[in-house]
């Protein structure tokens, strides 16, 4: 499958038209609002993150999950990793694969703040909707923001 046959998978609110992994939220967007509220705190800028082969990935990670799984309850759940804003190319470029990065990341129900950092916002899938993971394998999830404080 090519770029735009993927798309058709795509979550509504990405653009589509053109391969970009990161777009500028607006700032008087629900969205940027939505995200601000998430966090508890204002942000400098977010970015909203389109890799549709990461994303699609994911989709079919978690159809292999309920698939061997059947009798199992999975869930997409929504985590935060804080970290600093040197390694966020390095992070997106290994899709926050500690080993790769360097530094193991927790996959946290609510954010850490600290000034300098970014978050990355994901959306993981989970039979554990409650707690803090470190998952196994990249396509346990996918980025969706990065919020830079």
């Avoid at 777009?23 to 705190?41: D, F, G, K, P, T």
Wanted: charged share 25%; proline share 3%; glycine share 2%.
């Amino acid at each position: 499958m090519n770029y735009h046959q993927l798309t058709q998978f795509a979550p509504d609110n990405w653009l589509k038209q053109q391969y970009r992994d990161t777009i500028q939220i607006s700032i008087s967007s629900s969205e940027y609002e939505h995200l601000n509220q998430a966090v508890q705190r204002r942000s400098e800028r977010i970015e909203r993150y389109e890799n549709i082969y990461r994303y699609v990935q994911f989709l079919v990670r978690q159809q292999h999950l309920i698939a061997i799984n059947p009798h199992r309850a999975f869930y997409q759940v929504r985590r935060f990793v804080t970290l600093h804003e040197s390694q966020k190319d390095k992070a997106l470029l290994y899709q926050l694969d500690g080993r790769r990065c360097g530094k193991t990341f927790e996959f946290k129900k609510q954010p850490e703040l600290y000034g300098g950092d970014v978050i990355f916002v994901v959306t993981a899938v989970t039979d554990q909707p409650d707690n803090t993971f470190t998952p196994t394998r990249d396509c346990d999830f996918y980025i969706e923001y990065i919020i830079y404080l």
